[in-house]
Each structure stands twice: as structure tokens, then as C-alpha cells.
Nanobody, 119 residues
Framework: QVQLVESGGGLVQAGGSLRLSCAAS????????MGWHRQAPGKQRELVAA???????NYADSVKGRFTISKDNAKNTVHLQMNSLKPEDTAVYYC?????????????WGQGTQVTVSS
């Protein structure tokens, strides 16, 4: 099992910044992808950004140029720097970690952290 603990959410005014962090522990595999997803009320959970163990990143179009995902492999942590925040970024943000078990990938989720952007 893998445990993910998120931190860094909160309330911020539009145009402001927040930095989310997620620490992984437990049965950690070197080959993995970590990511951030978000879910706003009444909407489906969506991918915000992801980074694999080689540092390759992927972003949702809505956050490109504003959010930056980074990873510390030695500490098994992932960060999401969120700048120029907009009210539409308001959501619960979830950390994820994908690990391979043989040929199958398994995703683990954090408990979520609330981000609220006021206009």
C-alpha cells in the first residue's frame, strides 16, 4: 500500500499563489507517475498535472503557463506551484501516484485538500 498526504491548500484571492505538496510513503516503487487532479462541486474529477520519474510533465490546457508540477524523487514528494489563480480553479485537489505491479498499473489517492479562490 501507498499512503499520500497532501498539504498547502487554503483560501486565496484571484491572482494569488498557492503551493501544494504531497508526500508518499509505504510500498514505494522507483518507477512511478505522480499527479494532481481536482474536482469542483458538481463536476467530474480532472487531471491538472502529472510528472513521471524521468521528469516528463503533462498539464491540462486550463493551467498551462500558470501551474508548475515538480518532484523530489529522493523524498517521494510532488509539488504543485499554482500562480495567477482564478475563481474557476476552486476545487478539492487530490494527489495521485501510479505504480506498476507487473503489467498492471495501480493508482493511489490522497485525501484531498481544498483550494478556494475568491474573486
Amino acid at each position: 500500500q501507498v499512503q499520500l498526504v497532501e498539504s498547502g491548500g487554503g483560501l486565496v484571492q484571484a491572482g494569488g499563489s498557492l503551493r501544494l505538496s504531497c508526500a508518499a510513503s509505504g510500498s514505494i516503487f522507483a518507477i512511478n507517475t505522480m499527479g494532481w487532479h481536482r474536482q469542483a462541486p458538481g463536476k467530474q474529477r480532472e487531471l491538472v498535472a502529472a510528472i513521471d520519474n524521468n521528469g516528463y510533465t503533462n498539464y491540462a490546457d486550463s493551467v498551462k503557463g500558470r501551474f508548475t508540477i515538480s518532484k523530489d524523487n529522493a523524498k517521494n514528494t510532488v509539488h504543485l506551484q499554482m500562480n495567477s489563480l482564478k475563481p474557476e480553479d476552486t476545487a478539492v485537489y487530490y494527489c495521485s501516484r501510479d505504480q506498476l505491479y507487473g503489467l498492471a498499473s495501480r493508482r493511489f489517492w490522497g485525501q484531498g485538500t481544498q483550494v478556494t479562490v475568491s474573486s
